[in-house]
């Protein structure tokens, strides 16, 4: 376990140094928010592209690791749904604390970290995950909002969530590398050279705009946070775990890389959506607090475990 916390050190190492660049005013409010552009348009896509073209449709999309994914994540999303609805808040703030349990950080921090410690060959399964949080759950969280405030969801709305989907950069960059693999056309060297370098800024770019966004999180209403982060932290890791390794058919390495990503501490992208609609912001950025500073302790946990029983 410790030789496992040691590998995962720099990573949140690199957390802290944004952290305390931006306590300090180093690194100021604009500079995170353009270093954050800079990775979600430029250097992440670019690794996101080169990892979907340059591998088989077969290897990203597997039927058994989806569908054990799903499952996993319904059965988490409906938990902390049905709880949010028994303390009274509404279905709007209800979907917002699932989608903190249920949606981790597979973008800025699953994928460089994976791909990293375990080799390029952890990127299909985190690229599938991380498909699926875009695309079911990043939209069903606004229908739901929006269905909770207007009483229902009209063909405009379902069309403004699918051109929102569209414009993602990590949405765009997926479809045309996977596009581009479906084809079957070799990447040029050139390219390839080109969003490698690229890519390969995301990593720490990602981890020190995680650190320096996180100046800006508050800690209210620690309750409720510390319910959330278990959530993301402990119960989806563990019923993701139940689904790929006891109910599905799914590849043990394919498994462990989708039980490590699901671990991961909540999406920073949550935050800007509860700010976006107005729907508890202050409880969604504690749970991001919480969630990556407790994360030091349950990543190295949870790699320890995935490894030691062998699907890594």
């Known amino acids: 376990m410790l030789e496992i916390f040691l590998q995962t050190l720099p990573f949140f190492a690199l957390i802290a140094i ?14 995170t928010t353009y270093l954050t552009k800079f990775v979600f348009y430029f250097a992440l896509s670019a690794m996101l592209l080169r990892f979907s073209s340059s591998l088989p449709i077969t290897e990203i999309f597997d039927l058994q690791f989806g569908l054990a994914y799903l499952a996993g ?9 049905v709880v949010a609805l028994i ?18 950080n597979a973008g ?25 949080d875009l695309i079911v759950f990043g939209s069903l969280v606004v229908i739901l909002i929006t269905a909770s405030r207007e009483g229902s969801v009209s063909l405009g709305s379902l069309r403004r969530i699918g051109v929102g989907l569209l414009k993602n950069p990590m949405v765009m960059s997926m479809t045309l590398g996977l ?3 479906a084809l079957e056309f070799p990447v040029p060297q050139p390219a390839d050279d080109f969003l490698r370098i690229l890519g390969s800024a995301a990593t720490p770019c990602a981890l020190f705009a995680i650190g320096a966004s996180l100046v800006g999180q508050t800690a209210e209403r620690p309750a409720i946070a510390v319910w959330l982060s278990f959530g993301t932290l402990v119960i989806q890791p563990a019923a993701v775990a139940f689904f790929a390794l006891w109910v599905f058919d799914v590849d043990p390495f394919a498994a462990g890389i989708m039980i490590a990503t699901a671990a991961m501490p909540t ?3 949550i935050y800007i959506l509860a700010q976006h609609y107005g729907v508890a912001p202050a409880r ?28 890594t």
């Open 267 to 269: 999406a920073g992208n």
């Open 108 to 132: 800025f921090l699953a994928l460089p970290m994976l791909v990293a410690l375990l080799g390029d060959a952890a990127a299909a399964p985190v690229l599938f995950v991380l498909a699926i």
């Open 73 to 81: 994540c319904v059965a988490v999303y409906l938990l902390f749904t």
């Open 18 to 31: 944004g952290y305390l660049a931006a306590a300090t005013r180093f690194f100021g409010p604009e500079a």
């Open 87 to 104: 303390r009274g808040t509404g279905w709007a703030i209800a979907a917002i604390e699932a989608q903190c349990a249920v949606i981790g």
């Open 179 to 181: 596009i581009w693999s």
């Open 284 to 311: 969604v950025s504690s749970t991001i607090l919480m969630s990556t500073v407790a994360s030091v302790a349950t990543l190295s946990v949870v790699l320890g475990w995935v490894i030691s029983n062998g699907p």
